[in-house]
């Protein structure tokens, strides 16, 4: 039987000599405890030793997969296939299958194979003469380290360490020009204040001041390669009524110095922003497409990695950048905020603030999707990041348009709005209210009313009465009159009397309060004059 046995330095075919111990499985560790032992059990046949890192990658990684790669063929082709009568023991099942099928070669694979594997990698160094221990020592090393970067798709142009320092530069970059610019303007603006306020993009200032110098200059300068024209004839003009004040030699030479530094900043600036862009595509294209450059880039930044950042849920992806005022929420048992540094993405800058929380949601979630896709995928295309962006801006148009389809059903039909009526009650005018002389007095008007409740609800069609009928009407209203004026006499007397009850009442009630008042005094004295005495 031979052993095909695979290290970091190349291929060794093993024969074995004594079959028979293979049998015990459970005692075979012990013949393998010294290298004596262990010679007596295998013996080295053949040693195809690797020319270089790469080819022992290589190697590695075919044989990982279960596919012969060159090497091991070549080795096969040459030692195995003039014993073919011979088994061949291999440590792996679906390399054996291979083997098996290409080359026409018998291959087994059992426990005590593997035993048998475990013993000889125990007494590597005695078993393969002629390869030092420090050498086998730095090639399983380097080959270990090859090995782990293959598997984990690890490559030097998906470094995002590099994205974490060009973020960082790039905000670094920005609060220095930020100072560097506000120191010049407020410099130069001694010797000419005018300038400021006409020329207000950042690098035109510095341009122009270069080449300006003094403002005396400024009509013999000619500035249209920087400014237009209109604005370079009101810089002109406003030089020659500056309210400035006169500066020497040495303060517009440090004055141009800094201008320097302004302009050669803002072209490394631009130079760092081409760089990450260019990183940001290579390293996480999908996510670039969701949010952009510059808002992937501190995302990721945030995170720590690219990896770190696709172990992050949905929800955390959608807040990150906002720990602090997250932590205060729940503190304070207030809201919690709905978005962090993807606030910033384009998706959500374009929509209204009512529908903000609810795009940043589903940016968020789409985001982590692209995140988890660029980190652990094979592919480097960005087809799955420009069809989750599509659908975002579908939803957002969707929301935009204000719920003109009916989400729930069929989503087909068209949302039906109600006739408008106007239900307001219409109130007449009652002129009976500007008169303040009651026309009859109010016992007349209230029995008029109880008389008209009283009275059955006539038909809409009055019936005419003859002449007789309305005279007798007439009589009888006369003798009413006179009854209740008969009648109202009695009643005002009965008035009078009651308030007069009244009045004396009240007089009794005002004579008991001043009497307890004034038994109130009479104990506080006494009381007093006991505490005197």
């Known amino acids: 039987m031979l052993v095909l046995f695979e290290t970091a330095a190349g291929y060794a075919i093993f024969k074995v000599l ?19 032992k262990a010679n007596k059990i295998v013996k080295l046949k053949h040693f195809e030793k690797f020319q270089d890192t790469t080819e022992a990658l290589a190697a590695a990684t075919a044989m990982v997969e279960g596919k012969i790669g060159k090497s091991l063929k070549k080795v096969l082709k040459k030692v195995v296939a003039k014993e073919a009568h011979e088994q061949l023991a291999i440590s792996d099942v679906k390399l054996g299958g291979v083997i098996k099928d290409k080359l026409n070669l018998s291959c087994v694979h059992s426990p005590a194979v593997a ?3 475990r013993g000889i990698r125990n007494q590597m160094e005695g078993l393969i003469t002629g390869l030092p221990p420090r050498e086998i020592s730095a090639m399983s090393l380097g080959l270990a380290h090859s090995l782990s970067r293959y598997k984990l798709k690890f490559s030097p142009d998906k470094v995002d360490t590099m994205i974490v320092q060009a973020i960082s530069l790039l905000d670094d970059l920005d609060k220095e020009l930020n100072n560097y610019i506000m120191r010049c303007r407020e410099w130069y603006g001694w010797h000419f204040p005018e300038l400021g306020k006409i020329v207000t993009d950042n690098l035109a200032y510095c341009k122009s001041v ?20 209109e604005i370079e004839a009101e810089v002109k003009l406003a030089a020659e009524i500056s309210m400035g004040t006169e500066v020497s030699d040495e303060d517009i030479t440090n004055i141009l110095h800094l201008c320097e530094q302004v302009i050669e900043i803002t072209d490394y600036r631009v130079q760092l922003y081409d760089y990450l862009k260019n990183r940001m595509m290579a390293i996480a294209p999908n996510l670039t497409v969701m949010v952009g450059e510059l808002v992937g880039a501190r995302l990721i930044s945030h995170a720590g990695s690219l990896l770190n950042l696709a172990k992050h849920p949905a929800s955390t992806v959608q807040i990150l ?30 929509t209204t603030a009512k529908n903000k929380g609810k795009i940043s949601r589903m940016l968020a979630a789409k985001s982590a999707l692209a995140i988890r896709y660029d980190a652990l995928g094979e592919d480097t295309n960005a087809e799955m990041g420009v069809e989750n962006r599509a659908k975002l801006e579908a939803r ?63 038909p809409a069609m009055k019936l005419k009465k003859p002449k007789k009928e309305l005279a007798t009407a007439e009589t009888s209203e006369v003798a009413e009159t006179s009854e209740v004026a008969q009648e109202e006499a009695p009643k005002k007397k009965k008035k009078k009397k009651d308030k007069k009850a009244e009045a ?9 309060v001043k009497e307890t008042t004034e038994k109130k005094k009479k104990k506080k004295k006494k009381v007093k004059e006991e505490e005197d005495e």
């Open 18 to 36: 004594d079959e028979a111990k293979l049998q015990e499985v459970d005692s075979l560790w012990q013949e393998f405890q010294t290298p004596e």
């Open 321 to 350: 950048g906002a720990e602090k005022a997250l932590f205060r929420a729940l503190k304070t048992r207030k809201d919690t905020p709905k978005y962090g540094l993807i606030y910033h993405a384009s998706l959500v800058g374009q």
């Open 396 to 458: 957002l148009r969707q929301l935009e348009d204000k719920g003109i389809r009916k989400i729930s059903g069929t989503g087909k039909a068209m949302a039906k709005a109600d006739k408008y009526q106007h239900k307001s009650d219409v109130r007449v005018y009652d002129p009976s209210g500007d008169s303040t002389i009651p026309s009859t007095s109010k016992k007349r008007k209230f029995e008029e009313v109880e008389e008209e409740e009283e009275q059955p609800v006539t």
């Open 115 to 117: 035993e048998l594997m």
């Open 210 to 229: 270069q080449k300006i110098g003094f403002r005396t200059n400024v009509a013999t300068t000619d500035l249209s390669e920087i400014l237009p024209e």
């Open 504 to 512: 004396a009442a009240e007089e009794e009630e005002e004579v008991v």
